[in-house]
Antibody, heavy 116, light 107 residues
Framework: EVQLVESGGGLVQPGRSLKLSCAASGFTFSNYYMAWVRQAPKKGLEWVATISTSGSRTYYPDSVKGRFTISRDNAKSSLYLQMNSLKSEDTATYYC?????????WGQGVMVTVSS | DIQMTQSPASLSASLGETVTIECRASEDIYNGLAWYQQKPGKSPQLLIYNANSLHTGVPSRFSGSGSGTQYSLKINSLQSEDVASYFCQQYYDYPPTFGAGTKLELK
């Protein structure tokens, strides 16, 4: 069974940093692109970042480019999202997702609140 | 970026009814279209990929169709457990983009 478990969320002040983690199990992690997708409270879904199988290629939307960094450790079957210079508009639930094209499996999500 | 326009924004239907949700892309996405179901307080779950392929474990009352820029999700014989929000998403081109969602409620 595919399982994705996020951790590392919480309350953080504007301008500060936070790092999210996602532990994967039930599949060969190193064979899949992985992604982060977020959802602001009562809002829709927004893709945040994608990383290739080896980690050599990363992709971001303009809204987070230069502030967020996605990375992975295939030996630990883990995905990460380093978020710097956080803004109030980054407040959302962040989901880790497997991405073989579409997002076929999602974690339960972790809440990030950016507020002073 | 490819814009995804989803309709209706909300929908009320009765048990056993057939429901259709539409999604229009701002350009041809060549069937690179997925549908997700999100129940309150839960993460999204993939229902349909490649516009018309059913994801593992998804009931056959769900179906997808369409091509080019116009796509639809149909739910036959609506069940109580289908109360949820539904989102379309294109993955033909980066950045992947989502529709705004359709909230489905029971009448």
């Amino acid at each position: 069974e595919v399982q994705l478990v996020e951790s590392g969320g919480g309350l953080v002040q504007p301008g500060r940093s936070l790092k999210l983690s996602c532990a994967a199990s039930g599949f060969t992690f190193s064979n899949y692109y992985m992604a982060w997708v977020r959802q602001a409270p009562k809002k829709g879904l927004e893709w945040v970042a994608t990383i290739s199988t080896s980690g050599s290629r990363t992709y971001y939307p303009d809204s987070v480019k230069g502030r967020f960094t996605i990375s992975r450790d295939n030996a630990k079957s883990s995905l990460y999202l380093q978020m710097n210079s956080l803004k109030s508009e980054d407040t959302a639930t962040y989901y880790c997702a497997r991405q073989p094209g579409t997002f076929d499996y999602w974690g339960q999500g972790v809440m990030v609140t950016v507020s002073s | 970026d490819i814009q995804m326009t989803q309709s209706p924004a909300s929908l009320s239907a009765s048990l056993g009814e057939t429901v259709t949700i539409e999604c229009r892309a701002s350009e041809d996405i060549y069937n690179g279209l997925a549908w997700y179901q999100q129940k309150p307080g839960k993460s999204p779950q993939l229902l349909i990929y490649n516009a018309n392929s059913l994801h593992t474990g998804v009931p056959s009352r769900f179906s997808g169709s369409g091509s080019g820029t116009q796509y639809s999700l149909k739910i036959n014989s609506l069940q109580s457990e289908d109360v949820a929000s539904y989102f379309c998403q294109q993955y033909y081109d980066y950045p992947p983009t989502f529709g705004a969602g359709t909230k489905l409620e029971l009448k």
